[in-house]
T-cell receptor, first 115, second 112 residues
């Protein structure tokens, strides 16, 4: 069964450094998402992406965050200058089309640790 | 702000017992998903419910969407140790880009 893949599985970075988290969504999917889960807390929506542009973003997704689909395959999340509070699991998800019955499929996440 | 509250937060039961997990909100959702998440992994989809009052069964798991599409329940019959995990509900708002609002989660432990 097709799945969403994320790399790396674990990223350790010094505070203030830039990080890029990578995702390969399921190939025929059209909507892409990033979520994060701080340890012990619930999963939170960051951003949705459709037709090569951001379609919705949360308050968490400030100017330090950006997303890109550079080559029609990868979907990346960039954090420009990381803070300690950015430490979390970051999940990528994709769904095939519009329509409320179509669920999102999640990758296994990237654990981001900011030192 | 739309919120989904799950109850109970933690549940520890003996193998063979039945249990129900609840997912409640004051907001209407266009669909609701149940996921199970293992440590260090992403949420794995169990079911999607779309229609108010809808009931879906997945082996020993029964999912129900409330008539008003504001709440849902997950019932497990004859729980097994393999059912141990974190159960998450996630609702899709009625407008926007189908982002999910996740519930607070129910951590289930089934003892052999």
């Amino acid at each position: 069964e097709p799945e969403v893949t994320q790399t790396p599985s674990h990223q350790v970075t010094q505070m203030g450094q830039e990080v890029i988290l990578r995702c390969v969504p399921i190939s025929n999917h059209l909507y892409f998402y990033w979520y994060r889960q701080i340890l012990g807390q619930k999963v939170e929506f960051l951003v949705s992406f459709y037709n090569n542009e951001i379609s919705e973003k949360s308050e968490i997704f400030d100017d330090q965050f950006s997303v890109e689909r550079p080559d029609g395959s990868n979907f990346t999340l960039k954090i420009r200058s990381t803070k300690l509070e950015d430490s979390a699991m970051y999940f990528c998800a994709s769904r095939p089309t519009g329509g409320y019955g179509q669920p999102q499929h999640f990758g296994d996440g990237t654990r981001l640790s900011i030192l | 702000t739309q919120l989904l509250e799950q109850s109970p937060q933690f549940l520890s039961i003996q193998e063979g017992e039945n249990l129900t997990v609840y997912c409640n909100s004051s907001s209407v959702f266009s669909s609701l998903q149940w996921y199970r998440q293992e440590p260090g992994e992403g949420p794995v989809l169990l079911v999607t419910v779309v229609t108010g009052g809808e009931v879906k069964k997945l082996k020993r798991l029964t999912f129900q969407f409330g008539d008003a599409r504001k709440d849902s329940s997950l019932h497990i019959t004859a729980a097994q140790p393999g059912d141990t995990g974190l159960y998450l509900c996630a609702g899709a708002p009625t407008s926007g880009t189908y982002k999910y609002i996740f519930g607070t989660g129910t951590r289930l432990k089934v003892l052999a």
